[in-house]
């Protein structure tokens, strides 16, 4: 079992940037897929990225790639997600997210355990 604690989050401004992390408790943080998803208001959760278990494989949802970068850091049991050139509809609750294994899921139902979340908001 893995607990999830977001960071990072706030209120910047439109072409700004902000470092989410994801601290994880656990002795075998290597032994999870983890991804980040963001619900705005009023809207679905929806994924925004997700990593391999040794950073081998990263990918990203259209509308944040080569603008977000996500990195983990076992040995820190942490998992970051790097915000460039913010937009007002990047404004959301961001979520990490942890599922056991190897394989690579972009839908939220298929992980097990959950953040609590971190508020990023964006002004134009």
């Known amino acids: 079992q893995v607990q999830l604690v977001e960071s990072g989050g706030g209120l910047v401004q439109a072409g700004d940037s902000l470092r989410l992390s994801c601290a994880a408790s656990?002795?075998?943080?290597?032994?999870?897929?983890v991804g980040w998803f963001r619900q705005a208001p009023g809207k679905e959760r929806e994924f925004v990225a997700i990593i391999s278990r040794y950073a081998g494989n990263t990918y990203y949802a259209d509308s944040v790639k080569g603008r977000f970068t996500i990195s983990r850091d076992n040995a820190k049991n942490t998992v970051y997600l790097q915000m460039n050139s913010l937009k007002p509809e990047d404004t959301a609750v961001y979520y990490c997210?942890?599922?056991?294994?190897?394989?690579?899921?972009?839908?939220?139902?298929?992980?097990?355990?959950w953040g609590q979340g971190t508020q990023v908001t964006v002004s134009s």
């Open positions: 997210a942890a599922k056991y294994g190897s394989a690579l899921y972009q839908g939220s139902s298929e992980y097990d355990y």
């Open positions: 656990g002795r075998t943080f290597s032994s999870y897929v």
